[in-house]
Structures are given as C-alpha cells and as structure tokens.
C-alpha cells in the first residue's frame, strides 16, 4: 500500500514537472506559423495555422492585440469587442453578430483547443465592432488593420429579361452611395465609395443591354437602342441596386430614390393591377394527394382572372408571370412597383399536414416580426434629424424600402377583407379569416398588396374542385367583385367617384381581422 | 505523443479539481447536465400549435441547451397521433445564441434543400413552432432567424420571409 502511494506520488511529481517543462498550447513558433498584425500602433506577431490550403489566424491573439477578448461558449467561441459580441463555432463558416452573418470562406478551426479563424471573420467582425476593416497580404504575411473607409464592396451583376424588361440586377457586399447617369445610349452607376469590379467588359445577350463596362467605380451599362428607358430602385438582404430597362418612356432614374418618389404622379384611381400566381417552374409549391401542382393551378386561375378583371373594371392587368417558369419573389414586387400598380394580389392555394382542412384565407402583411428593423428606423429617422448624419438618411432611405408595405397596411387589410368575405359567398368554402403573415413577397409592395390562399390543395375534395372549371370561375368572380368593390370604396374614399346609394352599396368592412394582431414585444 | 502527455496531464489536474478546466468538444464535461422539462410546439388538430412538455437532459449553458430543444423539436410529437410539421429528413446542423438577444438555427436535410413544396399555412405552422419553442424555453432568446445549409435563406418554402429574426407571435398558439 505505501508502496503503491509512492508511485503515484512520483507519478504526480513528475507529471507536475512535466508540466512545467511542457510548451504551451500553441503551435511552436515556427515562423512559418507567425505573420504580422499591424495596426495604428505597431506591428505585433501573431500564430498562423495551414490546414488544407487554408491559413488560419489565431482569433484570440489577434482580438486581444485590439483591445478585446475570445473566450469558449457552450459549443463554439465568443469574441467581443467595444461591447460587441460576434459568435462563431468550428461548424459553420458563419459567423454571426448583430443579427447579421459573417461569411468566412471555410469554418473555424480548433488546434489545441484554441479558436483559428479565416481571415475574413475580423473583415466582418471589426466593421461591426469598431469601424476597421482587415485585409490580407498572403506574400508579405500581414494582417492589415486599417480603417474602413477604404473598404472596397464587392459587385456582381446579372441580366435577365422579364416579360420585355431587362432586370440588371447590381449585388453589393456592402451598401454604398450612388447616382445614376444618363448618357445618350447607356446609363452608368457612380459609386460614391471603391467597389471591387468581377470584370472589365462583358457583352450580354439582352435585347436591350448590348454591354456593360466597369470602369474605376463606374458601372456603364451600354444600351442596344437609344429609346431605352430606365426605372432604378434598390433592395436589401443583401444590398442591390436594380434597374428595370424597357424599350418607351419611362420615369428618368435618379439618385436612390425616397419611398414615394417610386410612384409618378397620375391620376388617382386603381388604374393597374399586379396578379401574381405563386410559384413557377422548379419552385412547384405545394402538391396535391392526386398530383395536382400548386404553380400549375395558381397560373390557370391567375390568366383567367386577368381577363375577367380587364373586362369587368377596364383596368391595366398584368401577370408576374404567365408561364410556367421561375420568378424570384422580390422580382414579383419589383414588377408591380415598376408597372405602377395601384393593387397587388398573389394568389396561391394552401397546404396543411392536419386531414379535412378546407377553406380560403387571406392575409395581408405582417411587419410585427422586423422589431428591430422598426426600432432601427426609428433611430435612424432621429439622427437623420439633427445636422451630422448624412450617413443615416442614407440608411434611411434602404430601411424604409423594407417598411414600404407599411405605408399601405391599412388599405392592404381592407383589401384583403374585401377579398375574403367575397370569397366565403362561395358555396362550400369555409372562412379562414383575414391574417396577417411576414409573406416575402408582401414586402416592398408599394401599394395595397394581399395573398390569398384559394383552398387546400392537400384536401382530397379540395383538390378536385381546384381542377373544375365550375369552381374556378367561381373564384374568379369572387375576387373580381372583390376588387371592384375594393375600388369603387376607395375611389370614392378619395372622391373621385359619387357614393351609390346606401341601399345598394356594401362598403367595404373596417379594418379589422379574424385572428387576434400579432404583438410586438418579445416573451 | 508530446500533446498526448500534456494533454493527459492536463486531464489529471481538472479531476484534481485546479480551477484552469481544460477546454472540451464534450459538452457533459463542460456543462452540468440535468434532465429539465422543455415545451415544444407541435400543430395541433385546430391548425394551431400546441404545447407538449417533454423532459430532456439539457445542459446548463443556454449555449449548449439551444442545440439539444431544437433536435427534440425536429423529431416531432410524442403523440403518435401528431403528424411531424417539418419534412422527416430535416436536422438541426447548428444554434447560436447571441447576447442581444437573437438566437439563430441552422437547418438542413434534402426537402429544405432542394426546396420544400408545401403551402403558406404549413411553413408558417413550422417556422413559428421553431421561434415559439426557442424564446419559450430561452427567455434571452427574444427572437429567432432560420438559416438553411449554413446560409441566410429567403423563405423555408417559398412564403415566410426569413430574412430577419421573427418574433414569436400568438397568433399561430392555440390557447
């Protein structure tokens, strides 16, 4: 027994000095395995990895050198830094902080138990948390701190042709500044502030983008006829600034335009509407037990809607769509906004796993779900007040683009009550109700704008009617009187039109909702 | 075979109770783990969601927990009688949790990859039970964003943006 207690006091013992004498838990100093981290204050070595041709940077050597720390959480790693905090873990190369993600090319990587990163998470790490940006010099080993001012966003550009309008579409890394140009055959982008061109010249096969040319920050787009004319608009998630080219006359672009500068003046009235049938192409939506394809029923119903809205009311009707091919969804709004649309009504039939759901619904947007959106907006609004913050009427003007639906909310609802209770006049459709959803494509609507699910298409029942020609003329003349009843209220809300007399007018409902609002403060 | 040694060493002296824990992918021997009761929501026969408590080994740490509610979320009711609201072969790849409040989820398997074709009601049914089984068992959790494959995904089935955190909402609870 004492004997056995001796050894494991001379195993201790010499584990201590073992320890003792035992090297850190860091690569060794190779000086393969160091580079430079130079920041305002001076050069500083750091420890650097390569593991499968990629170069990792210890993150926190480096976010110490700053001024912060690194520490473990739960399952990955926490940095923070000016009291940001930024998340990141060995299984995901996203990062993320601020309810926003960090993009690394390849995820972190442990080595002795200590967190090495691309070098691109304090790229996206120290814009957030203290305004500097890094950047790489793989020849000469140095991880540069700088300013982020001299951050150049990266670009890249698609054309593509819907319904007669070229849409090119510029997405940005990063927000940025700009005016819009006209010269006689093309158009250019100026940006304000450096941006990284993905090429020279490219020549595009558009019938009405012959070309475009990047030329310092510049973006010329050459045109393939000089009657060419632009609508220019931008997007968030990620940053894009688009233009709508078609051949006629059209609003001139500008700089980033203020919300309801979107809209010309005209008369007043619903003079266009937008149909949009949901889904299309590889994006089949839902499908029925007996096969039937929701992008398939939604086209049928949607083309002959247009006809009977066109006839009834002798309003401009277009389809988001009219074949069986892919739309983006922010490219349906993006359509109603450009045509000038006075309402916007998508249509799509419903899905549930629960047996016997039958019925319509029809919803209309629901902003309740962005918080911090509306209190960003808010802040930014207060700041754009006072004299210094040229910065923050620029973000402005992006957030409000995500709140546009915001301004229609109300006249959205009645729509989409007018919408459901005509609807429910439907012989053997149980009501749903009106809802409000977050629906994507309910976003950035300039208009009234609602969805409206027709009836369950995983119904058995349901799925047959779908497919009836009775049935969907039904429909169809639901939601056209819908419409006209919803027009001719707000028609003669705005006095344009006489009020009919009382006995033989059914205004539409005030607003309000089946379903109880969604709050907005949190658990 | 040199940090084999320290390694082992630096094992012996945690068990010897020295304050410096070694760092671990073992979460059991980084957290204390306790079975604690959790509410998951499911979709119930009124097209609503349901609560059903269940009890799970759940790690101290907020961190680590988050991961293991969202697994028990996707492996659907105990009820045999209550379908799966999400398609059977999506995983939870991973969960952050951040300080201010927002809790992410990241999602993944074939359907969601390749696209899920289901209606509005369905993805809102699946997308509101993540967020209310989140912020209800996490209470720093006051709002969740859903990724898909690691990436910022603009709807889970063509409906219900995602491109920002949500809220939880009541309207898709029964009560």
């Known amino acids: 027994m004492n004997r056995s207690l001796s050894l494991l006091a001379i195993a201790f013992a010499s584990s201590l000095l073992l320890l003792a004498q035992a090297p850190t838990p860091t690569p060794s100093p190779n000086p393969a395995n160091l580079a430079t981290l130079r920041t305002a204050s001076g050069d500083k070595q750091i420890t650097i990895a390569h593991q499968n041709g990629n170069t990792y940077f210890a993150a926190d050597e480096v976010i110490a050198a700053l001024g912060g720390s690194v520490t473990k959480d739960g399952n990955g790693f926490k940095a923070a830094l000016n009291n940001t905090v930024a998340a990141f873990g060995t299984d995901s190369r996203f990062g993320v902080v601020k309810d926003d993600l960090i993009e690394m090319p390849v995820a972190p990587v442990t080595i002795d138990n200590r967190p090495f990163v691309p070098w691109q998470f304090f790229q996206g790490f120290l814009v957030r948390a203290s305004g500097l940006d890094a950047t790489w010099d793989a020849a000469g080993k140095i991880l540069q701190v700088h300013p982020a001012q001299t951050t150049a966003a990266g670009v890249t550009v698609s054309v593509a042709n819907v319904q007669g309008i070229s849409k090119v579409v510029l997405t940005l890394t990063a927000p940025a500044d700009y005016n819009i140009v006209k010269e006689p055959g093309a158009y250019t982008i100026r940006f304000k502030t450096a941006i990284r061109a993905p090429y020279a010249e490219q020549a595009h096969d558009d019938p009405n983008v012959a070309k475009t040319t990047f030329t310092g920050n510049d973006l010329r787009i050459q045109l393939t006829a000089p009657d060419v004319v632009a609508d220019a608009y931008r997007l968030e998630n990620p940053f894009r600034v688009v233009l709508d080219l078609r051949k006629g006359a059209a609003v001139a672009p500008g700089t980033p335009q203020p919300l309801n500068s979107t809209r010309p003046v005209e008369a007043p009235g619903i003079h266009t509407i937008v149909i949009d049938p949901g889904h299309g192409g590889k994006e089949v939506g839902a499908i029925g037990p007996g096969g039937l394809m929701e992008k398939d029923a939604t086209l049928a119903l949607c083309q002959k809607l247009a006809a009977a809205l066109e006839a009834r009311l002798k309003t401009r009707v277009v389809l988001t769509r009219n074949d069986d091919t892919v739309v983006p969804l922010d490219q349906r709004t993006a359509i109603a906004n450009q045509y000038h649309a006075d309402l916007f009504l998508s249509v799509h039939m419903n899905a549930v796993i629960v047996k016997g759901a039958h019925g319509a619904e029809t919803y209309f947007l629901s902003l309740d779900a962005s918080d911090k959106l509306a209190e960003k907006a808010a802040e930014l609004e207060n700041a754009s007040k006072s004299a210094a913050a040229p910065a923050a009427s620029s973000d402005l003007k992006l957030m409000l683009w995500d709140l546009a639906q915001q301004e229609y909310l109300n006249e959205s609802s009645r729509l989409a009550q007018a919408v459901q209770e005509e609807m429910n006049r439907i012989t053997g459709i149980q009501s749903r109700g009106v809802k409000q959803a977050p629906f994507k494509v309910l976003i950035g609507a300039t208009m009234p704008a609602a969805l409206v699910e027709v009836a369950f298409i995983t119904n058995p029942e349901e799925e047959s009617k779908i497919k009836s020609d009775a049935f969907q003329k039904s429909v169809v003349d639901a939601i056209t009187t819908a419409v006209e009843r919803y027009k001719t209220d707000y028609e003669t809300r705005i006095g344009i039109v006489q009020p009919p007399p009382p006995a033989t007018t059914a205004p539409t409902a005030p607003v309000t909702t089946t379903t109880k609002p969604a709050t907005r403060t949190g658990t | ?175």
């Open chain 2, 1 to 175: 075979m040199r940090r084999a040694v320290v390694l082992s060493l630096a094992i012996l002296i945690a068990a010897g109770g020295c304050k410096k824990k070694p760092l671990s992918a073992n979460l059991n021997a980084e957290n204390k783990v306790a079975v604690r009761p959790v509410t998951l929501f499911f979709e119930g026969p009124e097209m609503l969601l349901v609560r059903e408590t269940r009890n799970v080994a759940l790690p101290e740490n907020p961190a680590g927990a988050l991961s293991v509610v969202a697994r028990e979320l996707i492996k659907g009711s105990s009820n045999a009688g209550v379908p799966p609201i999400f398609p059977r072969d999506t995983v939870v790849r991973a969960t952050f949790l951040l300080p201010d409040g927002t809790a992410f989820v990241d999602l993944g398997g074939n359907t969601l990859t390749q696209g899920w074709g289901t209606g509005s009601h369905e993805e809102l049914m699946a997308i509101y039970s993540v967020v209310q089984t989140v912020t209800t068992n996490f209470p720093d959790a006051k709002r969740v964003r859903i990724l898909i494959n690691d990436e910022p995904a603009e709807t889970l089935a063509g409906h219900v943006n995602l491109s920002r955190a949500l809220l939880p909402s009541a309207t898709y609870v029964a009560r």
